[in-house]
């Protein structure tokens, strides 16, 4: 199996064959993490076993401060209040106590019927990407025991999801962006959808649109202001392999694949532009932006933190490397957390970003792919 991990990045300028304008700070190496997401001081890191929580008080110095072992391990997180939601592959949904960043445990967790593998909690409930099973919707109003409301299946695989209104937003592989109408929980329909080209894998929306990592096919930029006629509006074909995005400002912070971060300014939907990127030692999957640093999780490179106070002179802040794959990240206070597949849910302390330290973690019984 190849080896997943989580970074910590804050980039803007390069990529191998492009010029480059980035310091180097430091770096964490845990091998296996899919994703991460930071809370305050702390990183929690969906790795291939499961969860590791490291302390990013320092960026320059991350350290471990938990793990929390998972059969299978962490495909994707997302943090709410004190629980981490994982996507854990063959084991769905599983829900994570993290109030003590330093003895993360299990709390509650929900068989789906596919295989998780990204999540979103919006409100009361949790909104998993569940592959060939489409989107499964979790009442999870008590964590310790979420129960299944609804779901919808889509033609394709679905991977990623993102809530936004009464409408959640899936990429769904071969079959583009799905858009599913959720207002009514137990009985989500599926209202429109885009072809993008190749293979859609993550999504992430903002005001009227909805952009798509898309494989081999850059960054797809799609107009949902009417979520039953979705148009296309332009794209950015990055260097790499699109695997994921996130978006801050006028910025999308792209996951690459081998050629690492990539950031485009999307000011002007209809006309994209590269400002900078940062070729990562591993393999790009999934990227978070907290602040003043992006989070990235790298396959083979661990736990990467680049500042990027100054887009133009990103400077590398820390790292810490997780023991699984990392695919995900979530950031939320001094905290982030990382879905890392084999290996959980993982906790990392990055309120010293130069120092991110390991805080807890928790393996869950599948793949952790997603988290949020």
């Known amino acids: 199996m190849l080896a997943l991990v989580l970074c910590f990045i804050l980039i803007i300028n390069a990529g191998s064959a492009i010029a ?55 495909n994707g997180i997302d943090i709410d209040s004190n629980y981490a939601y994982l996507a854990d592959g063959s084991s769905g949904l599983q829900i994570i106590d993290i109030s003590d960043p330093a003895e993360p445990t299990r709390f509650g967790g929900y068989d789906t019927p596919g295989d998780a593998w990204g999540i979103l909690v919006s409100g009361d409930y949790a909104y998993v990407a569940d592959g060939y099973s489409g989107l499964q919707i979790i009442d999870i109003n008590n964590p310790a025991e979420p129960m299944w409301v609804g779901g919808c299946d889509t033609p394709g695989h679905a991977l990623d999801v993102f809530v936004s209104g009464d409408y959640a937003f899936l990429a769904d592989w071969d079959s583009g962006l799905q858009i599913i109408d959720i207002s009514d929980p137990a009985d989500p329909t599926r209202v429109g959808d885009y072809d993008t080209p190749n293979w859609a894998e993550g999504v992430f929306v903002s005001a009227d649109y909805a952009f798509v990592a898309n494989y081999r096919s850059g960054l797809q930029i799609i107009d949902i202001s009417d979520p039953a006629q979705p148009n296309w509006v332009g ?34 939907p209809a006309q994209p532009g590269w400002v900078g990127g940062y070729d990562t030692p591993g393999y790009a999957w999934g990227a978070f932006v907290s602040s ?59 309120s010293y970003p130069g120092e991110p330290t390991w805080v807890g973690g928790y393996d869950t019984p599948g793949d952790a792919w997603g988290i949020f």
């Open 292 to 350: 003043h640093y992006a989070y990235v999780a790298d396959r083979y490179s661990g736990l990467q933190i680049i500042d990027i106070s100054d887009p133009a002179q990103p400077n590398w802040a820390g790292d810490y490397d997780t023991p699984g794959w990392p695919r995900g990240v979530f950031v939320s206070g001094n905290y982030a957390y990382v879905a890392d597949v084999l290996s959980g849910l993982q906790v990392i302390d990055i």
């Open 20 to 74: 480059q304008n980035v310091e180097y700070v430091s770096s964490t190496l845990w091998t296996g993490v899919n994703d991460v997401e930071v809370v305050g001081d702390y990183a929690y890191c969906a790795f291939v076993n499961g969860l590791v929580v490291l302390d990013v008080s320092d960026s320059a110095s991350p350290t471990f401060v938990s793990r929390l072992y998972l059969q299978g391990g962490g």
């Open 235 to 268: 794209y950015y074909d990055t260097p790499g392999q699109t695997r994921g995005v996130f978006i801050s400002g006028d910025y999308a912070y792209v996951a690459d694949g081998s050629w690492g971060l990539q950031i485009i300014d999307i000011s002007d």
